[in-house]
Protein backbone atom coordinates (compact mmCIF):
# COMPACT_ATOMS: atom_id res chain seq x y z
CA UNK A 1 0.00 0.00 0.00
CA UNK A 2 0.84 3.50 -0.59
CA UNK A 3 2.32 5.38 2.64
CA UNK A 4 -0.54 7.74 3.01
CA UNK A 5 -2.82 4.60 3.30
CA UNK A 6 -0.20 2.89 5.42
CA UNK A 7 -0.03 5.58 8.14
CA UNK A 8 -3.46 5.05 9.81
CA UNK A 9 -2.17 1.44 10.91
CA UNK A 10 0.03 2.94 13.62
CA UNK A 11 -2.09 5.46 14.85
CA UNK A 12 -5.21 3.23 15.26
CA UNK A 13 -2.65 1.10 17.33
CA UNK A 14 -1.85 3.68 19.55
CA UNK A 15 -4.64 4.90 19.98
CA UNK A 16 -5.62 1.10 21.24
CA UNK A 17 -2.72 0.65 23.01
CA UNK A 18 -1.37 -1.74 21.67
CA UNK A 19 1.71 -0.55 21.27
CA UNK A 20 4.41 -3.25 23.41
CA UNK A 21 1.90 -5.24 23.45
CA UNK A 22 0.13 -6.64 20.18
CA UNK A 23 2.87 -4.68 17.84
CA UNK A 24 5.94 -3.41 19.20
CA UNK A 25 8.62 -1.10 17.28
CA UNK A 26 12.69 -1.46 16.92
CA UNK A 27 15.27 0.79 15.83
CA UNK A 28 15.70 -0.40 11.82
CA UNK A 29 19.77 -0.22 12.25
CA UNK A 30 21.59 -3.59 10.93
CA UNK A 31 18.36 -4.56 9.48
CA UNK A 32 18.03 -2.26 6.23
CA UNK A 33 19.87 -3.14 2.90
CA UNK A 34 23.01 -1.04 2.61
CA UNK A 35 22.41 2.15 0.72
CA UNK A 36 23.06 2.31 -2.96
CA UNK A 37 21.56 3.25 -6.20
CA UNK A 38 17.91 2.22 -7.85
CA UNK A 39 17.21 0.15 -10.78
CA UNK A 40 16.05 3.66 -12.48
CA UNK A 41 19.43 5.29 -11.96
CA UNK A 42 21.15 1.85 -13.38
CA UNK A 43 18.44 2.43 -16.51
CA UNK A 44 19.62 5.48 -16.56
CA UNK A 45 23.42 4.91 -16.97
CA UNK A 46 23.12 2.11 -19.21
CA UNK A 47 21.59 4.28 -21.81
CA UNK A 48 24.11 7.06 -21.04
CA UNK A 49 26.74 4.50 -21.62
CA UNK A 50 28.31 4.73 -18.43
CA UNK A 51 27.98 1.30 -17.58
CA UNK A 52 31.14 -1.14 -18.58
CA UNK A 53 30.64 -4.02 -16.72
CA UNK A 54 27.47 -5.42 -14.98
CA UNK A 55 27.17 -7.91 -12.94
CA UNK A 56 23.94 -9.34 -11.91
CA UNK A 57 23.67 -11.36 -9.30
CA UNK A 58 20.42 -13.96 -8.68
CA UNK A 59 17.73 -11.63 -10.23
CA UNK A 60 16.02 -11.50 -13.61
CA UNK A 61 15.25 -7.73 -14.39
CA UNK A 62 14.68 -8.69 -18.11
CA UNK A 63 11.32 -10.51 -17.04
CA UNK A 64 11.06 -8.95 -13.61
CA UNK A 65 11.75 -5.38 -13.85
CA UNK A 66 9.13 -2.75 -14.54
CA UNK A 67 8.65 -2.14 -18.62
CA UNK A 68 9.51 1.72 -18.41
CA UNK A 69 13.64 0.50 -17.58
CA UNK A 70 12.87 -1.68 -20.82
CA UNK A 71 16.56 -4.07 -19.98
CA UNK A 72 15.74 -6.46 -22.55
CA UNK A 73 17.11 -3.67 -24.93
CA UNK A 74 19.42 -2.09 -22.81
CA UNK A 75 21.22 -4.69 -21.60
CA UNK A 76 23.29 -5.51 -24.72
CA UNK A 77 24.80 -1.96 -24.81
CA UNK A 78 26.81 -2.55 -21.88
CA UNK A 79 30.38 -4.72 -22.90
CA UNK A 80 30.67 -7.00 -20.45
CA UNK A 81 27.50 -8.72 -19.30
CA UNK A 82 27.86 -11.62 -16.36
CA UNK A 83 24.42 -13.25 -14.50
CA UNK A 84 24.82 -15.69 -11.73
CA UNK A 85 21.78 -17.26 -11.17
CA UNK A 86 19.76 -21.03 -10.16
CA UNK A 87 18.70 -20.64 -14.14
CA UNK A 88 19.65 -19.61 -17.65
CA UNK A 89 16.88 -17.33 -17.26
CA UNK A 90 16.29 -14.01 -19.59
CA UNK A 91 18.50 -12.23 -18.15
CA UNK A 92 21.42 -15.23 -18.07
CA UNK A 93 20.41 -15.19 -22.19
CA UNK A 94 21.02 -11.42 -22.65
CA UNK A 95 24.45 -11.63 -20.98
CA UNK A 96 27.52 -13.23 -22.18
CA UNK A 97 28.59 -14.98 -19.29
CA UNK A 98 26.09 -17.28 -16.73
CA UNK A 99 27.63 -18.53 -13.80
CA UNK A 100 25.95 -21.37 -11.74
CA UNK A 101 25.33 -19.85 -8.43
CA UNK A 102 24.94 -22.37 -5.24
CA UNK A 103 21.47 -23.49 -3.82
CA UNK A 104 20.45 -21.48 -0.84
CA UNK A 105 20.33 -25.35 0.82
CA UNK A 106 23.91 -25.37 -0.51
CA UNK A 107 24.97 -22.55 0.85
CA UNK A 108 26.83 -20.66 3.86
CA UNK A 109 25.24 -17.07 4.43
CA UNK A 110 23.81 -14.90 7.33
CA UNK A 111 20.81 -13.38 7.66
CA UNK A 112 18.12 -11.86 10.20
CA UNK A 113 15.26 -13.41 12.29
CA UNK A 114 11.99 -12.07 12.45
CA UNK A 115 13.14 -10.51 16.02
CA UNK A 116 16.28 -8.89 14.82
CA UNK A 117 18.44 -11.97 15.67
CA UNK A 118 21.63 -12.41 13.31
CA UNK A 119 21.52 -16.22 12.22
CA UNK A 120 24.44 -17.70 10.81
CA UNK A 121 23.27 -19.52 8.10
CA UNK A 122 24.66 -23.67 7.10
CA UNK A 123 24.30 -26.06 4.01
CA UNK A 124 22.15 -28.63 4.37
CA UNK A 125 23.63 -30.52 1.42
CA UNK A 126 27.67 -30.33 -0.12
CA UNK A 127 26.50 -28.60 -3.92
CA UNK A 128 25.63 -31.12 -6.11
CA UNK A 129 27.20 -29.61 -9.18
CA UNK A 130 30.10 -27.19 -9.20
CA UNK A 131 28.41 -23.85 -8.29
CA UNK A 132 29.83 -20.66 -5.95
CA UNK A 133 27.73 -18.41 -3.67
CA UNK A 134 27.03 -14.84 -4.06
CA UNK A 135 29.51 -14.47 -1.46
CA UNK A 136 32.31 -16.20 -3.04
CA UNK A 137 31.84 -14.56 -6.40
CA UNK A 138 31.82 -11.25 -4.58
CA UNK A 139 35.31 -12.29 -3.10
CA UNK A 140 36.99 -13.00 -6.08
CA UNK A 141 35.74 -10.08 -8.16
CA UNK A 142 37.72 -8.48 -5.05
CA UNK A 143 40.90 -10.93 -6.09
CA UNK A 144 40.70 -13.79 -3.89
CA UNK A 145 41.44 -16.81 -5.77
CA UNK A 146 38.66 -19.86 -5.15
CA UNK A 147 37.65 -19.28 -2.34
CA UNK A 148 35.86 -21.49 0.55
CA UNK A 149 32.07 -21.67 0.82
CA UNK A 150 32.43 -20.53 4.05
CA UNK A 151 35.14 -18.10 4.12
CA UNK A 152 33.28 -14.71 3.41
CA UNK A 153 30.34 -15.78 6.11
CA UNK A 154 33.59 -16.36 9.08
CA UNK A 155 35.55 -13.10 7.92
CA UNK A 156 32.50 -10.79 8.53
CA UNK A 157 31.81 -12.76 12.17
CA UNK A 158 35.70 -12.80 12.77
CA UNK A 159 35.31 -8.69 12.64
CA UNK A 160 32.40 -8.84 14.86
CA UNK A 161 32.91 -11.83 17.41
CA UNK A 162 36.71 -10.28 17.95
CA UNK A 163 39.28 -12.33 20.12
CA UNK A 164 36.38 -14.81 21.09
CA UNK A 165 35.93 -16.00 17.76
CA UNK A 166 36.74 -19.38 17.68
CA UNK A 167 33.90 -20.14 20.80
CA UNK A 168 31.38 -17.36 19.36
CA UNK A 169 31.15 -19.04 16.02
CA UNK A 170 30.91 -22.88 17.91
CA UNK A 171 28.18 -21.27 20.03
CA UNK A 172 26.13 -19.43 17.05
CA UNK A 173 26.87 -23.07 14.93
CA UNK A 174 25.65 -25.04 17.44
CA UNK A 175 22.28 -22.48 18.51
CA UNK A 176 21.31 -21.44 15.16
CA UNK A 177 21.86 -18.01 15.61
CA UNK A 178 24.05 -15.67 17.53
CA UNK A 179 23.50 -14.32 21.30
CA UNK A 180 22.53 -10.87 22.18
CA UNK A 181 21.42 -9.71 18.84
CA UNK A 182 17.99 -9.59 18.89
CA UNK A 183 16.33 -5.82 18.06
CA UNK A 184 15.26 -4.15 21.12
CA UNK A 185 12.01 -2.46 21.50
CA UNK A 186 11.91 0.93 21.46
CA UNK A 187 9.02 3.38 22.04
CA UNK A 188 7.69 5.78 19.04
CA UNK A 189 4.82 8.06 18.85
CA UNK A 190 3.44 7.91 14.90
CA UNK A 191 2.17 10.99 13.52
CA UNK A 192 -0.05 11.84 11.18
CA UNK A 193 -0.28 11.93 7.47
CA UNK A 194 -3.24 13.67 5.20
CA UNK A 195 -4.52 11.12 2.76
CA UNK A 196 -4.75 12.86 -0.09
CA UNK A 197 -8.09 12.48 -2.03
CA UNK A 198 -8.43 10.82 -5.32
CA UNK A 199 -9.30 13.10 -8.19
CA UNK A 200 -12.60 11.92 -10.82
CA UNK A 201 -11.76 9.35 -12.82
CA UNK A 202 -13.14 7.78 -16.07
CA UNK A 203 -16.38 5.89 -15.72
CA UNK A 204 -14.45 2.53 -17.69
CA UNK A 205 -11.56 2.60 -16.04
CA UNK A 206 -11.00 -0.74 -13.09
CA UNK A 207 -8.88 -0.85 -10.26
CA UNK A 208 -5.89 -3.28 -11.08
CA UNK A 209 -4.16 -4.65 -8.24
CA UNK A 210 -0.68 -6.79 -8.72
CA UNK A 211 -0.15 -9.57 -6.37
CA UNK A 212 2.50 -12.13 -5.90
CA UNK A 213 1.14 -15.24 -6.92
CA UNK A 214 0.71 -17.58 -3.90
CA UNK A 215 2.42 -20.64 -5.10
CA UNK A 216 5.61 -19.69 -7.59
CA UNK A 217 5.59 -16.01 -5.83
CA UNK A 218 6.97 -13.34 -8.33
CA UNK A 219 8.52 -15.69 -10.92
CA UNK A 220 11.64 -16.82 -9.21
CA UNK A 221 9.79 -20.33 -7.73
CA UNK A 222 8.42 -20.97 -11.10
CA UNK A 223 10.69 -24.30 -12.09
CA UNK A 224 9.84 -25.64 -9.01
CA UNK A 225 7.80 -28.47 -10.08
CA UNK A 226 6.04 -29.05 -6.57
CA UNK A 227 5.06 -25.13 -6.44
CA UNK A 228 3.60 -25.28 -10.15
CA UNK A 229 1.24 -28.10 -8.83
CA UNK A 230 0.21 -27.11 -5.29
CA UNK A 231 -3.57 -25.63 -5.88
CA UNK A 232 -3.75 -21.82 -5.00
CA UNK A 233 -5.80 -21.35 -1.49
CA UNK A 234 -8.65 -19.65 -2.92
CA UNK A 235 -8.97 -20.80 -6.76
CA UNK A 236 -7.60 -24.03 -6.30
CA UNK A 237 -5.89 -23.38 -10.07
CA UNK A 238 -2.45 -25.26 -10.76
CA UNK A 239 -0.22 -24.41 -13.54
CA UNK A 240 -1.21 -21.39 -14.68
CA UNK A 241 -2.22 -18.01 -13.18
CA UNK A 242 -5.45 -15.96 -14.04
CA UNK A 243 -7.21 -12.88 -14.25
CA UNK A 244 -9.43 -12.24 -11.20
CA UNK A 245 -12.37 -10.39 -12.14
CA UNK A 246 -15.72 -9.91 -9.27
CA UNK A 247 -18.64 -11.74 -10.07
CA UNK A 248 -20.53 -8.35 -10.39
CA UNK A 249 -17.83 -7.87 -13.71
CA UNK A 250 -18.35 -11.32 -14.65
CA UNK A 251 -22.03 -10.75 -14.96
CA UNK A 252 -21.91 -7.34 -16.70
CA UNK A 253 -19.34 -8.82 -18.94
CA UNK A 254 -21.14 -12.13 -19.09
CA UNK A 255 -18.25 -14.04 -18.37
CA UNK A 256 -17.34 -17.31 -17.27
CA UNK A 257 -14.23 -19.01 -15.84
CA UNK A 258 -11.66 -19.74 -19.24
CA UNK A 259 -12.76 -17.01 -21.23
CA UNK A 260 -10.05 -14.39 -22.21
CA UNK A 261 -9.84 -11.01 -21.36
CA UNK A 262 -7.47 -8.30 -21.89
CA UNK A 263 -6.31 -5.75 -19.59
CA UNK A 264 -4.73 -2.75 -20.85
CA UNK A 265 -2.97 -0.34 -18.29
CA UNK A 266 -1.88 3.02 -21.07
CA UNK A 267 -0.73 1.86 -24.14
CA UNK A 268 0.35 -1.67 -22.70
CA UNK A 269 -1.47 -4.70 -22.49
CA UNK A 270 -1.59 -8.31 -21.72
CA UNK A 271 -4.13 -10.93 -22.14
CA UNK A 272 -5.09 -13.94 -19.74
CA UNK A 273 -8.08 -16.32 -18.76
CA UNK A 274 -10.62 -14.79 -16.18
CA UNK A 275 -11.19 -16.80 -12.93
CA UNK A 276 -14.74 -15.70 -11.15
CA UNK A 277 -13.56 -14.90 -7.85
CA UNK A 278 -16.34 -14.44 -5.19
CA UNK A 279 -15.51 -11.88 -2.60
CA UNK A 280 -13.71 -9.60 -4.89
CA UNK A 281 -14.67 -5.80 -4.90
CA UNK A 282 -16.61 -4.92 -7.71
CA UNK A 283 -14.67 -2.89 -9.71
CA UNK A 284 -11.54 -4.19 -8.89
CA UNK A 285 -8.81 -6.72 -11.20
CA UNK A 286 -6.08 -9.13 -9.58
CA UNK A 287 -3.30 -10.16 -12.00
CA UNK A 288 -1.14 -12.84 -10.56
CA UNK A 289 3.01 -12.08 -10.73
CA UNK A 290 5.30 -15.02 -11.82
CA UNK A 291 3.85 -16.38 -14.75
CA UNK A 292 4.44 -15.48 -18.55
CA UNK A 293 8.23 -16.64 -18.50
CA UNK A 294 9.73 -17.13 -22.05
CA UNK A 295 13.33 -18.62 -21.12
CA UNK A 296 12.86 -19.75 -17.30
CA UNK A 297 14.51 -22.78 -18.14
CA UNK A 298 12.76 -25.68 -17.90
CA UNK A 299 9.09 -26.22 -17.06
CA UNK A 300 7.82 -22.79 -16.61
CA UNK A 301 8.35 -21.05 -20.23
CA UNK A 302 4.79 -20.44 -21.40
CA UNK A 303 3.33 -20.57 -18.77
CA UNK A 304 0.42 -17.99 -17.90
CA UNK A 305 0.42 -14.33 -18.69
CA UNK A 306 3.29 -12.39 -17.69
CA UNK A 307 1.91 -9.04 -15.60
CA UNK A 308 5.27 -7.47 -15.63
CA UNK A 309 4.14 -6.61 -19.04
CA UNK A 310 1.87 -3.61 -17.67
CA UNK A 311 3.28 -3.01 -14.41
CA UNK A 312 4.55 0.46 -13.70
CA UNK A 313 7.43 1.83 -11.97
CA UNK A 314 5.70 4.50 -10.20
CA UNK A 315 3.40 3.07 -8.43
CA UNK A 316 4.48 -1.17 -8.87
CA UNK A 317 1.39 -2.69 -6.69
CA UNK A 318 -2.05 -0.35 -8.34
CA UNK A 319 -2.98 0.90 -11.51
CA UNK A 320 -6.25 2.61 -13.53
CA UNK A 321 -6.79 0.91 -16.40
CA UNK A 322 -9.53 -0.66 -18.72
CA UNK A 323 -10.76 -4.04 -19.11
CA UNK A 324 -12.10 -5.76 -22.58
CA UNK A 325 -13.39 -9.27 -23.59
CA UNK A 326 -11.44 -10.73 -26.26
CA UNK A 327 -11.70 -13.95 -28.26
CA UNK A 328 -11.15 -17.60 -27.54
CA UNK A 329 -10.80 -19.41 -23.90
CA UNK A 330 -8.62 -21.58 -21.93
CA UNK A 331 -8.15 -24.76 -20.26
CA UNK A 332 -7.24 -24.02 -16.69
CA UNK A 333 -6.56 -26.77 -14.63
CA UNK A 334 -8.11 -26.89 -10.86
CA UNK A 335 -8.93 -29.23 -8.33
CA UNK A 336 -11.85 -28.16 -7.04
CA UNK A 337 -14.86 -27.17 -9.24
CA UNK A 338 -17.53 -26.66 -6.86
CA UNK A 339 -17.54 -24.35 -3.34
CA UNK A 340 -20.25 -23.51 -1.99
CA UNK A 341 -21.47 -25.49 1.20
CA UNK A 342 -25.44 -25.34 0.00
CA UNK A 343 -26.62 -26.65 2.90
CA UNK A 344 -24.11 -29.51 3.66
CA UNK A 345 -22.35 -29.66 6.62
CA UNK A 346 -18.59 -30.62 5.95
CA UNK A 347 -17.51 -27.51 7.81
CA UNK A 348 -19.65 -27.29 10.64
CA UNK A 349 -19.69 -23.64 12.89
CA UNK A 350 -20.07 -22.87 16.78
CA UNK A 351 -20.50 -19.39 18.60
CA UNK A 352 -20.47 -17.91 21.94
CA UNK A 353 -24.19 -18.52 22.14
CA UNK A 354 -23.79 -22.44 20.99
CA UNK A 355 -20.39 -23.03 22.10
CA UNK A 356 -20.54 -26.90 21.60
CA UNK A 357 -21.95 -29.01 18.59
CA UNK A 358 -24.77 -31.27 19.29
CA UNK A 359 -23.77 -34.74 21.86
CA UNK A 360 -22.48 -37.66 18.76
CA UNK A 361 -25.22 -40.16 19.29
CA UNK A 362 -24.05 -43.99 19.25
CA UNK A 363 -22.66 -45.23 16.22
CA UNK A 364 -25.06 -47.47 14.87
CA UNK A 365 -24.55 -51.16 14.72
CA UNK A 366 -21.99 -52.63 12.19
CA UNK A 367 -21.80 -56.03 10.66
CA UNK A 368 -18.24 -56.18 11.07
CA UNK A 369 -16.26 -56.89 14.63
CA UNK A 370 -14.36 -54.48 16.16
CA UNK A 371 -10.78 -54.11 16.30
CA UNK A 372 -8.38 -54.70 18.88
CA UNK A 373 -5.85 -52.02 19.61
CA UNK A 374 -3.91 -53.52 22.26
CA UNK A 375 -0.73 -51.23 21.53
CA UNK A 376 -0.74 -47.93 19.83
CA UNK A 377 -4.44 -46.57 18.43
CA UNK A 378 -3.35 -43.53 15.78
CA UNK A 379 -5.67 -40.53 15.14
CA UNK A 380 -5.41 -37.23 13.73
CA UNK A 381 -7.83 -34.30 14.79
CA UNK A 382 -7.64 -30.80 12.36
CA UNK A 383 -8.58 -27.83 14.12
CA UNK A 384 -11.26 -25.93 11.24
CA UNK A 385 -10.60 -22.88 13.11
CA UNK A 386 -6.92 -22.63 13.13
CA UNK A 387 -6.68 -23.80 9.04
CA UNK A 388 -5.79 -20.88 6.92
CA UNK A 389 -5.38 -22.78 3.69
CA UNK A 390 -1.51 -22.03 3.27
CA UNK A 391 -1.23 -25.18 1.27
CA UNK A 392 1.91 -26.04 4.10
CA UNK A 393 0.62 -29.41 5.08
CA UNK A 394 0.37 -30.49 0.98
CA UNK A 395 3.88 -29.09 0.14
CA UNK A 396 5.30 -30.66 3.37
CA UNK A 397 3.27 -34.07 2.58
CA UNK A 398 4.52 -33.77 -1.43
CA UNK A 399 8.00 -33.69 -0.22
CA UNK A 400 7.75 -36.16 2.79
CA UNK A 401 6.42 -39.10 0.38
CA UNK A 402 7.99 -38.92 -2.59
CA UNK A 403 4.52 -37.62 -4.36
CA UNK A 404 5.18 -37.60 -8.53
CA UNK A 405 4.38 -34.15 -10.14
CA UNK A 406 1.22 -35.31 -12.85
CA UNK A 407 1.53 -31.94 -14.85
CA UNK A 408 -1.70 -29.66 -16.25
CA UNK A 409 -2.96 -32.04 -18.55
CA UNK A 410 -3.51 -34.94 -15.91
CA UNK A 411 -4.59 -32.64 -13.22
CA UNK A 412 -6.78 -31.33 -15.94
CA UNK A 413 -8.16 -34.95 -16.05
CA UNK A 414 -8.92 -35.00 -12.36
CA UNK A 415 -5.46 -37.03 -12.05
CA UNK A 416 -3.74 -35.03 -9.16
CA UNK A 417 -1.77 -37.56 -7.15
CA UNK A 418 -1.45 -34.96 -3.81
CA UNK A 419 -2.09 -37.35 -0.87
CA UNK A 420 -3.57 -34.28 1.17
CA UNK A 421 -5.80 -31.37 -0.33
CA UNK A 422 -7.47 -28.51 1.18
CA UNK A 423 -11.05 -27.73 -0.08
CA UNK A 424 -11.94 -24.35 0.31
CA UNK A 425 -16.11 -23.69 0.54
CA UNK A 426 -17.97 -20.57 0.75
CA UNK A 427 -21.32 -19.39 2.28
CA UNK A 428 -23.41 -16.61 2.24
CA UNK A 429 -23.53 -13.87 -0.12
CA UNK A 430 -21.32 -13.66 -3.32
CA UNK A 431 -20.16 -10.47 -3.07
CA UNK A 432 -18.97 -11.02 0.30
CA UNK A 433 -19.23 -14.65 1.24
CA UNK A 434 -17.55 -16.42 4.39
CA UNK A 435 -15.07 -18.59 3.46
CA UNK A 436 -13.52 -22.06 4.89
CA UNK A 437 -10.57 -24.29 4.62
CA UNK A 438 -10.63 -27.96 5.35
CA UNK A 439 -7.77 -30.63 4.85
CA UNK A 440 -9.19 -33.80 4.12
CA UNK A 441 -6.44 -36.95 4.23
CA UNK A 442 -6.84 -39.98 4.07
CA UNK A 443 -10.03 -40.78 6.59
CA UNK A 444 -8.39 -44.03 7.94
CA UNK A 445 -11.30 -45.06 8.78
CA UNK A 446 -12.40 -48.39 11.00
CA UNK A 447 -14.73 -49.04 8.91
CA UNK A 448 -13.05 -48.51 5.91
CA UNK A 449 -15.38 -49.51 2.23
CA UNK A 450 -12.10 -49.55 0.36
CA UNK A 451 -10.88 -52.84 2.63
CA UNK A 452 -14.02 -54.48 2.54
CA UNK A 453 -13.40 -53.67 -1.60
CA UNK A 454 -10.39 -54.27 -2.64
CA UNK A 455 -10.14 -57.95 -4.21
CA UNK A 456 -6.74 -58.74 -3.53
CA UNK A 457 -6.45 -57.33 -0.25
CA UNK A 458 -3.53 -54.42 -1.22
CA UNK A 459 -5.67 -52.27 1.08
CA UNK A 460 -5.67 -53.71 4.87
CA UNK A 461 -5.83 -52.74 8.13
CA UNK A 462 -2.96 -52.07 10.99
CA UNK A 463 -2.87 -53.55 14.20
CA UNK A 464 -2.76 -49.68 15.56
CA UNK A 465 -5.64 -48.09 13.13
CA UNK A 466 -3.87 -47.10 9.96
CA UNK A 467 -5.64 -48.29 6.71
CA UNK A 468 -2.26 -49.26 5.10
CA UNK A 469 -1.16 -49.86 1.18
CA UNK A 470 0.55 -52.91 -0.06
CA UNK A 471 1.70 -51.69 -3.57
CA UNK A 472 2.95 -54.96 -4.81
CA UNK A 473 -0.20 -56.49 -4.26
CA UNK A 474 -2.36 -53.62 -6.05
CA UNK A 475 -3.91 -54.66 -9.36
CA UNK A 476 -4.93 -51.04 -10.36
CA UNK A 477 -8.87 -52.02 -10.42
CA UNK A 478 -9.44 -48.82 -8.41
CA UNK A 479 -12.25 -50.66 -6.92
CA UNK A 480 -10.85 -48.79 -3.36
CA UNK A 481 -11.11 -45.69 -5.40
CA UNK A 482 -14.68 -46.01 -6.24
CA UNK A 483 -15.63 -47.26 -2.63
CA UNK A 484 -14.08 -44.13 -0.93
CA UNK A 485 -16.74 -41.74 0.03
CA UNK A 486 -13.74 -39.29 0.36
CA UNK A 487 -11.96 -39.46 -2.59
CA UNK A 488 -8.59 -39.51 -1.11
CA UNK A 489 -7.39 -42.38 -2.89
CA UNK A 490 -4.95 -41.34 -6.27
CA UNK A 491 -4.65 -43.82 -9.24
CA UNK A 492 -0.73 -43.71 -10.76
CA UNK A 493 -1.38 -43.65 -14.08
CA UNK A 494 1.96 -43.17 -15.68
CA UNK A 495 5.72 -44.25 -14.54
CA UNK A 496 6.77 -40.80 -13.21
CA UNK A 497 10.00 -42.41 -11.61
CA UNK A 498 13.18 -40.61 -12.55
CA UNK A 499 15.64 -42.38 -14.19
CA UNK A 500 18.48 -44.40 -12.46
CA UNK A 501 20.94 -41.89 -13.29
CA UNK A 502 18.95 -38.42 -12.28
CA UNK A 503 19.74 -36.17 -10.00
CA UNK A 504 16.08 -36.03 -8.94
CA UNK A 505 16.76 -39.07 -6.76
CA UNK A 506 18.88 -36.63 -4.23
CA UNK A 507 15.01 -34.73 -3.55
CA UNK A 508 13.73 -38.02 -2.59
CA UNK A 509 12.94 -39.62 1.30
CA UNK A 510 15.05 -42.91 1.10
CA UNK A 511 12.43 -43.72 3.82
CA UNK A 512 9.57 -44.01 1.33
CA UNK A 513 9.06 -46.26 -1.59
CA UNK A 514 8.93 -44.53 -5.08
CA UNK A 515 5.70 -45.90 -6.53
CA UNK A 516 5.41 -47.22 -10.46
CA UNK A 517 2.53 -46.95 -12.45
CA UNK A 518 -0.40 -49.18 -11.88
CA UNK A 519 -0.67 -49.20 -8.01
CA UNK A 520 -2.95 -46.70 -5.65
CA UNK A 521 -1.68 -44.00 -3.53
CA UNK A 522 -2.97 -41.92 -0.99
CA UNK A 523 -1.94 -40.67 2.67
CA UNK A 524 -0.39 -43.49 5.23
CA UNK A 525 -0.25 -41.50 8.85
CA UNK A 526 3.55 -41.35 7.26
CA UNK A 527 3.86 -44.70 8.33
CA UNK A 528 8.02 -44.37 8.21
CA UNK A 529 7.81 -41.92 11.26
CA UNK A 530 5.49 -44.51 13.31
CA UNK A 531 7.89 -46.78 12.51
CA UNK A 532 11.03 -44.72 12.93
CA UNK A 533 9.87 -43.79 16.45
CA UNK A 534 8.68 -47.27 17.24
CA UNK A 535 12.51 -48.58 16.89
CA UNK A 536 13.45 -46.10 18.98
CA UNK A 537 11.60 -46.60 21.95
CA UNK A 538 12.00 -51.24 21.39
CA UNK A 539 15.68 -49.86 21.53
CA UNK A 540 15.48 -48.00 24.90
CA UNK A 541 12.86 -50.90 26.12
CA UNK A 542 9.90 -48.08 26.61
CA UNK A 543 6.94 -47.14 24.78
CA UNK A 544 6.59 -44.28 22.32
CA UNK A 545 5.86 -41.23 24.36
CA UNK A 546 3.15 -38.87 24.11
CA UNK A 547 2.98 -36.80 20.78
CA UNK A 548 6.28 -38.60 20.19
CA UNK A 549 5.16 -38.54 15.84
CA UNK A 550 4.69 -35.96 14.44
CA UNK A 551 3.55 -35.90 10.80
CA UNK A 552 5.04 -34.33 7.77
CA UNK A 553 1.54 -32.35 7.70
CA UNK A 554 1.71 -31.43 11.28
CA UNK A 555 5.20 -30.89 11.69
CA UNK A 556 4.76 -27.99 8.41
CA UNK A 557 1.43 -26.71 9.72
CA UNK A 558 2.06 -22.50 11.10
CA UNK A 559 -1.03 -22.72 12.90
CA UNK A 560 -0.85 -25.91 14.58
CA UNK A 561 -4.35 -26.85 13.44
CA UNK A 562 -3.02 -30.43 13.07
CA UNK A 563 -2.63 -32.63 15.86
CA UNK A 564 -1.90 -36.30 15.77
CA UNK A 565 -0.96 -38.89 18.17
CA UNK A 566 -2.44 -42.35 20.23
CA UNK A 567 -5.82 -42.03 21.12
CA UNK A 568 -4.56 -45.10 23.69
CA UNK A 569 -2.30 -42.23 25.38
CA UNK A 570 -4.57 -40.47 27.74
CA UNK A 571 -1.92 -37.62 27.44
CA UNK A 572 -1.96 -37.29 23.72
CA UNK A 573 -2.77 -34.14 22.21
CA UNK A 574 -5.32 -35.86 19.98
CA UNK A 575 -7.24 -37.06 22.54
CA UNK A 576 -7.48 -34.00 24.27
CA UNK A 577 -9.01 -32.08 21.61
CA UNK A 578 -11.30 -35.26 20.40
CA UNK A 579 -13.33 -34.61 23.97
CA UNK A 580 -13.93 -30.69 23.13
CA UNK A 581 -16.99 -29.94 22.46
CA UNK A 582 -16.03 -29.06 18.80
CA UNK A 583 -15.39 -32.41 18.17
CA UNK A 584 -17.12 -33.99 14.89
CA UNK A 585 -16.80 -36.89 12.14
CA UNK A 586 -16.90 -36.00 8.42
CA UNK A 587 -19.88 -37.72 7.23
CA UNK A 588 -20.45 -39.32 10.08
CA UNK A 589 -24.25 -40.73 8.59
CA UNK A 590 -21.79 -43.33 6.43
CA UNK A 591 -20.78 -45.08 9.57
CA UNK A 592 -16.92 -45.37 8.28
CA UNK A 593 -15.86 -44.29 12.09
CA UNK A 594 -12.64 -42.37 10.91
CA UNK A 595 -10.00 -41.61 12.61
CA UNK A 596 -9.24 -38.35 11.04
CA UNK A 597 -11.48 -35.95 12.77
CA UNK A 598 -12.41 -32.36 12.80
CA UNK A 599 -12.27 -29.10 15.23
CA UNK A 600 -15.80 -26.78 14.29
CA UNK A 601 -14.86 -23.29 13.41
CA UNK A 602 -15.62 -20.50 15.66
CA UNK A 603 -18.26 -18.02 13.95
CA UNK A 604 -19.62 -14.96 15.96
CA UNK A 605 -20.70 -12.99 12.89
CA UNK A 606 -24.60 -13.87 11.81
CA UNK A 607 -24.71 -15.25 8.59
CA UNK A 608 -26.05 -13.43 5.50
CA UNK A 609 -29.00 -14.73 3.61
CA UNK A 610 -27.62 -15.90 0.05
CA UNK A 611 -28.54 -13.84 -2.68
Known amino acids: MPA?????APLVNDRLGNGGATVWYSDPIGLRPAEGSSLADLAHDIAAGAVDTLVVIDCNPVYAAPRDFAFAELLPQVRERIHLGLYRDETARACRWHLPLAHALESWSDGRAVDGSACIIQPLVAPLYSSRTAHQLLAMLLGTVDPAAEGPVRQTWANAFGGDFDA??????HQGFVADTAAQPISVMPRGVDIPSSGPRDAQEVDIVFRPDPSVWDGRFANVAWLQELPKPLTKLTWD????????MAEQMRLANGDMIEVAVGDRRVSGPAWIMPGQAPNTVVLSLGYGRTAAGTIADGLGYSAYAVREEANPWFAAGRLRRVAGSQLLATTQMHHRLEGFDFVREVSADHPSLPQEAQPQPSLYSAWPYRGEAWAMVIDLDLCIGCNACISACTAENNVAVVGKEQVAMGREMQWLRVDRYQSGDVDDPRFYFQ??????????PC???CPVHATVHSPDGINQMVYNRCIGTRTCSSYCPYKVRRFNWFDYRAPADSSIHAAHNPDVTVRSRGVMEKCTYCTQRIQAARVAADKENRRIRADEVVTACQQACPTTAIVFGDLNDPESAVLKRRKSGRHYVLLEELGTRP?????ARWNDEPEKEPT
Do not use: D, F
Not at 4 to 8: C, I, K, N, R
Not at 168 to 173: A, E, H, I
Not at 241 to 248: C, T, Y
Open 595 to 599: RTTYL
Open 439 to 448: PVPCMHCEKA
Open 4 to 8: PVQTP
Open 241 to 248: NAIAVSPK
Open 168 to 173: RWRQSL
Open 451 to 453: EMG
